[in-house]
């Protein structure tokens, strides 16, 4: 599985993003995809994670992102998405999508896929 991350750039505080993670493959909609991120000097944190169609597709989220983070999926597309709304400056980070998890899903460790980096800077 090849997963490309899309969708970064500058945004003001209070503003919105999308990300797109792309993935190659057939078996697309079997995959559990995860949103992770890393700020500079810090470590690789989970951000969201949504589970394969045949899992429901539930969605999980760290509680500095809950109410203003959406993860989605677009299974035609072989696309998950991650709607960035009320953007703050400590939302800056390079965004990182994986997939192939297991294990407890919210270390970076627990997946097998990743993706290259998007840059999101939130000025304020």
């Known amino acids: 599985v090849q997963l490309q991350a899309s969708g970064g750039g500058l945004v003001q505080a209070g503003g919105s993003l999308r990300l797109s993670c792309t993935a190659s493959?057939?078996?697309?909609?079997?995959?559990?995809v995860a949103w992770f991120r890393q700020a500079p000097g810090k470590e690789r944190e989970f951000v969201a994670r949504i589970t394969s169609t045949g899992a429901g597709g539930i969605q999980y989220y760290t509680d500095s992102v809950l109410g203003r983070f959406t993860i989605s999926r677009d299974n035609a597309k072989n696309t998950v998405y991650l709607q960035m709304n009320s953007l703050k400056s400590e939302d800056t980070a390079a965004y990182y999508c994986?997939?192939?998890?297991?294990?407890?899903?919210?270390?970076?460790?627990?997946?097998?896929?990743w993706g290259q980096g998007t840059l999101v800077t939130v000025s304020s």
């Open positions: 994986a997939a192939g998890g297991s294990g407890r899903l919210d270390r970076e460790t627990d997946y097998g896929y």
């Open positions: 493959g057939r078996i697309f909609s079997w995959l559990l």
